[in-house]
């Protein structure tokens, strides 16, 4: 039995069909003419001529009626395309970067790729199985910590059907390891994911806890082992339901030193700041997880993708709600210092973003809002792993991650986006917030920082992302908003 074929018709099969179907009429007319004897005489009376209407010129059997002029029709200019001026001309400088030392190289790049089949010789060489598995090389610079290189491996389909694996191991110099396992699998309508994972780096940064931090930097030693399990139910367009579970041991050592700045315990010996709560200790939590987006835009591109689709992705705009909450338990404690930790917490946020497809290309213009805290429940304190925190991958990403400290953060970004390849979109940011104390206390307008950056990321969710980053990092606006941080970011990162 044949199977059922695709009776999609693009915009081009619309106009394919329209030239056969008339190619079809205009042979079916001329093979009925040749049908016909050619010395049969009618005697029907020949048709009297139509009279043009009345104002119109007399047209003869030679005239033809002209071919307009397609190419010379002027569209209307759309209220989107009309503001798109602006941040042309304000980003112009932007643009120059971006065109002649992006865009343009990587146009070369690819189109030179393609033409000598890179890609196809990269894929063969780094997968196997009819590319359902392979390794690929992995790396990760990010300017202020150390930088670490690996391998990057996947095998779709492990063992049975749509059971896919993924794992990444990482390696940066001494006391420098980084390894991550995920085994994904679809249960009823949802995505359920089993991950383990061991870090241990010995350049953690800590500058102090609370908006106004002095300019103390100090490392510290950081382990964490960690198995956790997702369960990922999507819902209407983008909107989903993530649920979690997991257990982690972490160990926090102040005594270690790394690249050239004094240990945590240093510093605390100096009268810097504060020992920090959970620093010099072993502890163990227990994760309860939960986050619910509610995202009106359709996604960019659906699940199961068939290759060589005509699939346009959708404009860009649209509202995004979130809402997330981990709840914490301390399941033990060992090497306790001065104060003890709380026997759990509870760690939650919202976040609420519109954003506007300005040419319905994918060139969004989003503004969000995030807010989170974190209260101990009952005595003790929040170890600073868990407190909230700014900088990384979190907002303000012109600081390095955990930079800032505190039981509460306000955050507002303002980012504009647009595709630079296929598989590679560009990023501005413009972000301001800071950490604060309990509820947002202490939060004053003045106390706010700024970050500015520029960056290209893969598109869509990744399990190995590609991540280019430039952003600085400014001093609250009542010290002047002076620059204090810079942060370089290239390589690839686990999305699993």
């Known amino acids: 039995m044949q199977p059922a074929a695709d009776c999609r018709v693009t915009p081009a099969g619309y106009a394919r069909w329209g030239r056969q179907a008339r190619a079809a009429a205009g042979g079916a007319l001329l093979l009925a003419g040749l049908a016909s004897p050619a010395s049969a005489q009618s005697d029907a009376p020949p048709p009297e001529s139509v009279a043009p209407l009345p104002g119109a010129p007399a047209r003869g059997p030679e005239d033809q009626r002209p071919i307009p002029d397609y190419d010379g029709r002027e569209e209307p200019t759309s209220p989107g395309r009309a503001l798109l001026w602006v941040p042309r001309v304000l980003l112009y400088p932007v643009y120059l970067a971006s065109e002649y030392l992006v865009r343009r190289p990587l146009g070369w790049l690819v189109s030179t790729a393609e033409r000598e089949h890179w890609p196809a010789l990269l894929f063969n060489f780094f997968t196997f199985g009819d590319r359902q598995g392979g390794i690929v090389p992995t790396w990760l610079i990010d300017y202020g910590l150390r930088p670490s290189f690996g391998v990057y491996a996947f095998w779709n389909d492990f063992l049975v059907a749509n059971n896919d694996l993924r794992l990444r191991v990482a390696y940066g110099g001494s006391d420098l390891w980084q390894a991550r396992m995920t085994d994904r699998f679809p249960l009823g309508s949802g995505t359920l994911s089993l991950t383990g994972l061991y870090e241990s780096r010995p350049d953690s940064v800590y500058y102090g806890l609370g908006p106004d931090e002095d300019d103390a930097r100090a490392r510290y030693y950081r382990r964490q082992a960690r198995a956790f399990g997702v369960y990922d139910l999507p819902w209407v367009r983008s909107s989903r339901l993530r649920l979690g579970l997991g257990i982690r041991e972490l160990e ?221 990092g400014m001093s609250p606006y009542d010290a002047g908003a002076q620059v204090d941080s810079f942060r370089f970011v290239l390589g690839t990162t686990a999305g699993f």
């Not at 227990?286 to 068939?306: C, G, H, I, K, Y």
């Not at 001065?338 to 300005?358: F, P, R």
């Not at 390095?400 to 390849?421: D, H, K, Q």
């Not at 947002?440 to 307008?445: A, H, I, N």
């Open 252 to 472: 926090l050592d102040g005594s270690v030193r790394c690249c050239d700045d004094p240990s945590v315990d240093e510093q605390v010996q100096a009268g810097a700041y504060p020992p920090p709560p959970g620093m010099d200790q072993v502890f163990g939590v227990f994760d309860q997880a939960m986050e619910l987006v509610l995202d009106s835009r359709w996604p960019l591109t659906p699940a199961n993708l068939e290759l060589a689709s005509d699939y346009v992705s959708p404009p860009g705009t649209g509202v995004r709600w979130a809402v997330r909450a981990d709840l914490a338990e301390l399941t033990g404690q060992s090497l306790a210092a001065t104060e003890g930790l709380a026997d759990g917490w509870l760690h939650y946020g919202t976040s609420l973003g519109g954003y506007w497809d300005i040419t319905g290309e994918q060139r969004s213009l989003g503004l969000t809002a995030i807010v989170d805290f974190v209260d101990p429940l009952g005595s003790g304190a929040v170890p600073l792993t868990d407190l909230v925190t700014l900088g990384g991958e979190r907002p303000l990403q012109g600081y390095l991650g955990n930079r800032l400290l505190g039981r509460s953060s306000a955050a507002l970004r303002l980012e504009y986006r647009w595709p630079v390849a296929v598989w590679l979109d560009g990023e501005l940011l413009y972000e301001t917030g800071n950490v604060f104390g309990k509820a947002l206390s202490g939060f004053e307008p003045g106390e706010l920082r700024s970050s500015f950056g520029f960056g290209l990321s893969a598109v869509g969710q990744q399990d190995h992302k590609f991540q280019l980053l430039l952003a600085v």
